[in-house]
C-alpha cells in the first residue's frame, strides 16, 4: 500500500513542475491516435472486404484446363451435397474502342492499366440467369438504369428495366446509338433489327468514357485458332461489335476498373466455339457456385475438389473460398494493417520516452528533497513510491483523456470533414480518392479496452525506473548533491 505521504508529495511534485503536462498530452496524443487511426482503417478494410465479398462467389472452380466444356462439370457438381447452385464462366481479355461522337480520335496509344479511362478489360462471359443465382449481380446492376438517363427513358420495354435482361439490347435503343455513331440505320427505328450483343461496363467508365445505352463499341482480341504447319497454333486477331446495354457498380474498384461483362455465348462463338458450328464445346474457364445456407463452405469446398479432381483431366484443378479467390489483394490490404499498427507502436514509444525524461529529470532535480527524506526517516520503498506515484497519475489521466479524445473524434470525424471541406476546400481524407460518399469508422470494443491499458502499464514500466533510482539513492550522496 502506498503511504499517503508519498501520494501527498507526488501530487504536490505534479503541481509545482508543469513540465509533467508533456508527459499527460504525450500519452493522450499516442492513445487518441492509435484508437482514430484504427477506427477509420478498420472502417476502410471492412468496407474493402464487403467489396470484395460482393463480387465473389462462395466457391469458385478454376485453373481449369484449356478447351474444358461444362457440361460434365455441371453433371458432376450439381450432385454435391450443400451445392445450391452453379453458373458458367468464361474470361478473356481484350481492348474496347467506342464509335461515339466523343471518341472519333480513334483507340488509345497506350494502355493505362491503373485509371478507368483504359480501353483494356478483363471479358467475362455470363449466363445471366444462371448467374443471378449465384452472385449479387442483381445488386450491382439495381437502379441503375435510373442513372443512365437515356433521351427516351420513359419507352423502355418493361424487361429492359430488369438488369438481368440488360446484355439483350432492344433494337430502337441500338438504333438510336448506331445513328449517333454515323453508323448506317433505316431510316425509321421500327425498320431495325438487332445486330449487336450487349456488354456492360462499369459506371465509371461510362463516365470516363461519355457512354450512353445502345452505343456501339468493338472489342479487339485474338485468340489460339488451328494449327500454323505444325509448328503450334495461330493467333488470329479477333475483332467482334458489341452495344452498350448498362452499367453497373461494385465498389470493388479493382472489378469496376477492368471487367466487361458479356453474354457467355457470344464470348464462345469470339473464341471458335459458336454454338452453331460442329465440333464447339461449350467452353469455360471457370464454374461459380452458392453454397447451402447454413452448410459450412470449407467442407462443400472438400467435397466439390474431390468430385472435380476425380473428373478425367482435371486433376489440377482447384476450388476456391472467397477469401483465396482474392488472396493477393487480401494480403496486401493485411500487410498494411500491420505496418499501421507497428507505426503507431513507435508513437506510443516515443510518449513512454517523454513520461521517463520527464519523471528522470524530477528525480534529478529533487536529489536534495530526497536526501532530506532520507534523513527524517523515509524509507527507500516510500521514496520509490512517490515518483511511482507521479507516473501513475500521469499515465492514467494521458489514457483516459486519449480514450475520450479519441472516441469523440470517431464520432464526429465526417461532420468536421464536411465543415473543413465547406469552408476552407479542406479534406482530412479525400473520400472522392477512395469512392466513399463518408469516412468509414469501426470502433472495435477489443481495441478500445486494450489500446488505453498498454499505455499506462508502459508509463508505468518506464516510471519505475527513475523510482527505482531515487529509492537506491544513499542519504549521504544526497545531501551532498553540488
Not at 450443400?82 to 466523343?102: D, I, K, S, Y
Request: aromatic share 8%.
Amino acid at each position: 500500500m502506498l503511504q499517503a505521504s508519498s501520494c501527498l508529495l507526488a501530487v504536490r511534485y505534479l503541481r509545482s513542475r508543469w513540465v509533467n503536462v508533456l508527459g499527460i498530452v504525450g500519452v493522450a496524443v499516442a492513445v487518441w491516435a492509435m484508437i482514430l487511426v484504427r477506427a477509420v482503417f478498420s472502417g476502410f478494410i471492412g468496407n474493402i472486404q464487403d467489396d470484395v465479398r460482393r463480387t465473389s462467389t462462395d466457391l469458385l472452380v478454376t485453373d481449369l484446363p484449356h478447351d474444358t466444356g461444362y457440361a460434365s462439370l455441371r453433371d458432376a457438381i450439381a450432385g454435391v451435397d450443400g451445392v445450391a447452385a452453379l453458373a458458367p464462366r468464361l474470361r478473356h481479355f481484350g481492348v474496347f474502342h467506342v464509335l461515339t461522337p466523343q471518341a472519333q480520335g480513334g483507340a488509345a496509344q497506350f494502355v493505362d492499366f491503373s485509371s478507368a479511362s483504359t480501353a483494356f478489360v478483363q471479358l467475362v462471359g455470363i449466363d445471366p440467369a444462371a448467374e443471378g443465382r449465384v452472385s449479387a449481380q442483381t445488386q450491382w446492376y439495381q437502379h441503375e438504369h435510373e442513372r443512365l438517363k437515356p433521351q427516351d427513358l420513359d419507352a423502355t420495354p418493361a424487361d429492359q428495366a430488369d438488369p438481368i435482361k440488360r446484355l439483350h439490347v432492344p433494337a430502337w435503343l441500338e438504333w438510336q446509338g448506331r445513328r449517333r455513331a454515323g453508323l448506317p440505320v433505316p431510316t425509321q427505328p421500327s425498320l431495325h433489327r438487332t445486330l449487336s450483343p450487349g456488354l456492360l461496363l462499369s459506371l465509371d467508365r461510362l463516365y470516363s468514357h461519355h457512354l450512353e445505352p445502345g452505343f456501339p463499341l468493338d472489342i479487339i482480341s485474338a485468340r489460339f485458332d488451328g494449327q500454323a504447319d505444325g509448328a503450334g497454333k495461330e493467333t488470329v486477331a479477333i475483332r467482334e461489335r458489341f452495344t452498350f446495354a448498362g452499367a453497373f457498380k461494385t465498389r470493388h474498384r479493382i472489378f469496376d476498373d477492368t471487367t466487361a461483362i458479356v453474354p457467355i455465348e457470344t464470348l464462345r462463338s469470339m473464341l471458335g466455339h459458336d454454338f452453331h458450328d460442329d465440333g464447339s464445346i461449350d467452353l469455360i474457364t471457370d464454374v461459380a457456385i452458392a453454397v447451402v445456407a447454413g452448410q459450412d463452405p470449407a467442407v462443400v469446398q472438400a467435397r466439390v475438389r474431390q468430385r472435380v479432381r476425380a473428373l478425367p483431366g482435371l486433376q489440377q484443378a482447384n476450388v476456391l473460398d472467397w477469401v483465396q479467390q482474392n488472396q493477393v489483394f487480401l494480403d496486401a490490404v493485411g500487410h498494411e494493417r500491420a505496418m499501421m499498427q507497428i507505426v503507431l507502436f513507435v508513437v506510443m514509444l516515443i510518449a513512454a520516452f517523454l513520461v521517463y525524461a520527464t519523471l528522470h529529470m524530477m528525480v534529478a532535480q529533487k536529489t536534495k528533497d530526497i536526501g532530506i527524506l532520507c534523513a527524517i526517516g523515509s524509507t527507500p520503498r516510500g521514496i520509490g513510491a512517490t515518483f511511482l506515484t507521479c507516473g501513475i497519475v500521469i499515465g492514467l489521466i494521458g489514457s483516459l483523456a486519449g480514450l475520450v479524445l479519441g472516441v469523440l473524434s470517431t464520432r464526429w470525424i465526417n461532420p468536421v470533414n464536411d465543415w473543413l471541406f465547406e469552408n476552407f476546400g479542406l479534406e482530412m481524407f479525400p473520400r472522392r480518392l477512395f469512392d466513399l460518399p463518408e469516412i468509414p469508422c469501426r470502433l472495435e470494443p477489443a481495441w478500445l479496452i486494450g489500446v488505453p491499458v498498454a499505455a499506462f502499464l508502459l508509463t508505468l514500466l518506464v516510471a519505475w525506473l527513475p523510482a527505482r533510482r531515487a529509492a537506491r539513492m544513499l542519504p549521504v550522496e544526497a545531501l551532498s548533491y553540488e
